[in-house]
């Protein structure tokens, strides 16, 4: 055989590949197949199926504190009851040193400030958001720039002077905004990034009857997926979960994961779970619950999802190489930096969101260390 012929043998081989696999045709062309390419057969039960599913939503936060190191723009102004608390709050932070936090609060280089933030939904315990910090009214405080907020124990709205847990807290330096402000205001300020979430929120979840060997069997299949200690049995027919670190900044799409995820699993029944779904995927017919049942599957769905960053629908290459990342493979990284450089693509903004937070993800431990160390000013030299 020539070498002609071999290229020509080698190029039929992979269309009638990538034709098996994703269907060709009109499929392709038009980015959706029929329906009847695709039988309905019973692929087996998911979790999400068996149970209900809760998880806490976004708290809004509040506390009081002091800002310092002002330059003659604070004031000494505070209510007696703030006053009291404070008295009581700020030695806590520096149980080594004498303070006489009346003076403090008393003097033109320190502000007393509402702290206010939204915790994020299914928080994880060292997970960082943003505050506001707003002079009291009715002091005499000008500006909050280039001061530093002193530690803040932050609970839900309204609950101050009550016995209510802390739930986060927060410190660091304050930065007031100077863009896109007619007026400045610069008794508001923000400390950015560096809100932290004190304790580990899970989700629920419940079987509408209660078995325990169900219950178990899902903590197992969750657990295998994501770790030891996702998943938790606290009574016959509920289960706490955590969110993984991996999916930190994608917790709903964890959750969809979790309600995709099929209990019972073997080698045939998978293989033709990834083939339905692929085709599905290729064929935009319930495109995003298919991306992400192949996400819930696993590295097996990888060598299936390949062939799709080669068709000419420009949603079904995003999809698939979104899944791959998600699934730790960079295979598809080129295809999502390609669509992102595209300004005229309708998927730029996904795929610039896909490589952000892959790289945040890699990026994790790197994260950890800013946060760690930014910013360790203190007033006390």
Same mark, same amino acid.
């Given at each position: 055989m020539n070498i002609v012929n071999q290229k020509t043998v080698r190029v039929v081989a992979a269309v009638l590949i990538t034709c098996s696999i994703v269907g060709c045709g009109e499929q392709d062309r038009a980015g959706r197949g029929s329906?009847?390419?695709i039988p309905s057969i019973d692929l087996g039960t998911t979790i999400g199926s068996l149970v209900e599913m809760s998880w806490p939503e976004s708290i809004r936060l509040e506390g009081y504190s002091l800002v310092v190191g002002l330059r003659g723009t604070g004031s000494g102004e505070c209510p007696p009851q703030i006053r009291t608390y404070l008295v009581q709050h700020i030695p806590t932070l520096y149980p080594d040193r004498k303070i006489n936090v009346d003076n403090m609060i !008393? +003097? @033109?280089d320190t502000a007393v400030v509402l702290v206010e933030g939204i915790m994020p939904a299914v928080a994880s315990r060292n997970e960082y958001f943003d505050v506001r910090v707003t002079a009291l009214g009715g002091t005499q405080t000008t500006s909050l720039e +280039? +001061?530093?907020?002193?530690g803040t124990e932050l609970k839900t709205v309204g609950t101050f002077g009550i016995t209510t847990k802390i739930v986060a807290d927060a410190r660091g330096p304050v930065f007031v905004d100077k863009i896109g402000t007619s007026e400045m205001n610069k008794r508001t300020g923000y400390v950015l990034g560096r809100g932290k979430v004190l304790d580990e929120y899970k989700v629920n979840l419940v079987l509408g009857e209660p078995d325990f060997r169900i219950t178990n069997s899902i903590r197992n299949r969750i657990n295998e997926l994501f770790g030891d200690g996702t998943a938790k049995v606290v009574l016959p027919g509920r289960l706490e979960v955590k969110v993984p670190a991996k999916y930190?900044?994608?917790? $709903?799409?964890?959750? !969809?994961?979790?309600n995709a995820t099929y209990l019972s699993q073997s080698t045939e029944i998978t293989g033709e779970r990834i083939k339905i779904f692929i085709?599905?995927?290729? @064929?935009? $017919?319930d495109a995003e619950a298919s991306e992400i049942a192949l996400e819930a599957i696993g590295n097996e769905s990888l060598s299936r999802l390949v062939v799709l960053l080669n068709v000419s629908n420009e949603q079904v290459r995003l999809r698939a190489a979104r899944c791959m990342l998600n699934l730790g493979s960079d295979a598809g990284?080129?295809?999502l930096r390609q669509i992102a450089m595209d300004r005229g693509s309708a998927y730029r903004v996904e795929a610039l969101e896909s490589i952000t937070t892959g790289a945040r993800r890699n990026d994790a431990t790197m994260r950890l260390e800013y946060h760690r160390g930014c910013c360790v000013t203190t007033i006390f030299p």
């Open positions: 329906k009847d390419l !008393s +003097g @033109s +280039g +001061g530093f907020l002193l930190r900044e994608q917790k $709903q799409r964890f959750i !969809s994961i979790i085709r599905k995927l290729a @064929s935009l $017919q990284l080129a295809t």
